[in-house]
């Protein structure tokens, strides 16, 4: 099935929880995991090895010529090191009407980062989430290195010659909270055109950050960042 996969939990799941006792959850390929309608589900780290309450690996997120999204929502991850992970994703048509994309999604006790991204270069979308941690030392709510991507005269590539094509392809938005780290959003090393961050409230939880709210944005020179 070229098409993403659908997860889709039923209403009555609503306040459910998974615990993790084995290894780390991994996405190896698209899919559109959504959580019930009317609540979340709860997945809590009760294991000695998961580190992650979800990973996407390793795939292409858009291939050219194919239709479809990857996302998912309405989920609480409780207690782990990192919420959710993305790493080593491409996206081979870098279609930004098909983002990655995180919603009303709830992340809490984290470790060391709610949402890290790295080495991947996509789009991606980030909306109404709240994403909690426990002050650990160099922590982030948000944090993204080594990641996005360059367009030249219409092609993909991941670095190289660029020209100023205005893509609008990253968006961290719509009343997504942040609270309890060292930083609240951090973008180290990466290559996004037009990085939109915008409606949300840092570090004004229960638990406030420890140095600042956005901070540490590191972009590459060359790129043609706005």
């Known amino acids: 099935n070229p098409d993403p996969d659908q997860i889709s939990f039923s209403s009555g799941l609503a306040g459910q929880v998974i615990n993790i006792t084995g290894s780390n959850l991994r996405v190896l390929g698209r899919v559109t995991i959504t959580g019930p309608s009317a609540g979340s589900v709860y997945v809590n780290d009760n ?3 998961a580190t992650t309450g979800i990973t996407f690996a390793s795939f292409d997120l858009s291939p050219t010529g194919l239709s479809g999204s990857t996302s998912i929502s309405n989920f609480i991850f409780v207690g782990f090191d990192i919420g959710i992970d993305i790493t080593n994703l491409v996206s081979g048509g870098f279609n930004f009407t098909r983002p990655l994309t995180i919603d009303n999604v709830q992340i809490l006790n984290a470790g060391i980062a709610g949402i890290h991204m790295e080495n991947s270069d ?10 909690v941690g426990t002050g650990v030392s160099e922590s982030a709510g948000i944090d993204i290195f080594n990641s996005g991507q360059y367009l030249t005269t219409g092609q993909p ?3 190289g010659n660029i020209d100023s094509s205005h893509i609008g392809n990253s968006d961290l938005q719509s009343g997504n909270q942040i609270g309890g780290f060292v930083d609240g959003i951090r973008v180290q090393k990466s290559y996004f055109p037009d990085l939109r961050i915008s409606g949300n409230t840092v ?9 600042e709210g956005i901070i540490e944005v590191e972009l ?7």
């Open 157 to 159: 590539i991941s670095t």
């Open 122 to 131: 996509i789009p991606f979308e980030i909306h109404n989430s709240i994403i």
């Open 220 to 226: 590459h020179d060359s790129a043609p960042n706005t």
């Open 203 to 211: 570090g004004d939880l229960d638990i406030p950050n420890l140095r």
């Open 47 to 49: 294991s000695p090895t």
